[in-house]
């Protein structure tokens, strides 16, 4: 099919806020690898419609960036992370439910809602996976293998020298770090303690600088 209706809300965005006009081009994605170039023919807000300029598939990275991470008791730090790691094209967020975790409640859909809005803007291909939020122990158990971020003493790798390309999550604690208990069990488990630098960093910015980190890496 050469000729496409946006929906309303897409119609709204392109006419109303960007203020496109007939013959402008612009670019939609389906969060799967595929995006069509069109062209705007007719910009009504409420049924704006496009012909097809060109199409084009672009195939998964062949590794992945997966954080775990606890979301914060400000809602905004969350959202502002989930923001920040779309943008530099994370590929699953798994919120977690911890001893010490400040939020036990979380509102998928408008994280999600924020996801594709980040995508959009970044002009990234494909859609990040988010969770429905998953107790700690239940996490580990699923995934038995990965790196664990925690304020403790110990021995810690850097993370740059351990991560994997494939199913190796990064778990990274509350504000009040995970407990003893936690910490112990993902280690049995098989997970491998890393250090995320010399300062402590609050939960959020720890999980957008282990996804540049790993991004840098393996990208």
């Not at 309303?8 to 595929?34: T, Y």
């Not at 190796?168 to 009040?176: F, K, R, S, T, V």
């Not at 630098?197 to 609050?202: A, I, N, P, V, W």
Request: aromatic content about 8%.
């Amino acid at each position: 099919m050469d000729t496409l209706i946006l929906p309303e809300e897409e119609s709204k965005h392109a006419c109303r806020v960007l203020r496109m006009q007939p013959g402008d081009q612009l670019s939609i994605i389906n969060g799967f690898g595929d995006e069509l170039v069109a062209q705007i023919t007719d910009n009504n807000p409420k049924r704006c419609k496009v012909k097809k300029i060109s199409f084009s598939h672009k195939e998964r990275d062949d590794f992945e960036i997966h954080i775990a991470l606890a979301p914060t008791k400000l809602n905004d730090r969350f959202e502002w992370f989930l923001e920040k790691t779309t943008e530099l094209g994370i590929h699953r967020i798994t919120p977690i439910l911890c001893e010490n975790s400040e939020r036990s409640k979380i509102k998928t859909d408008r994280y999600e809602r924020i996801i594709i809005s980040a995508l959009k803007q970044s002009q990234r291909l494909y859609l990040p996976f988010i969770d429905e939020l998953t107790p700690f122990e239940t996490f580990i158990k699923n995934h038995p293998n990965g790196l664990i971020a925690h304020c403790y003493e110990g021995q810690k790798f850097d993370l740059t020298k351990k991560i994997q390309s494939k199913n190796c999550p990064i778990l990274i604690g509350p504000e009040g770090d995970f407990s003893i208990l936690e910490v112990e069990n993902a280690l049995k488990t098989g997970y491998t303690p890393i250090s995320l630098g010399k300062t402590r960093l609050r939960t959020e910015t720890a999980g957008i600088y282990a996804c540049a980190l790993v991004k840098n890496e393996l990208e």
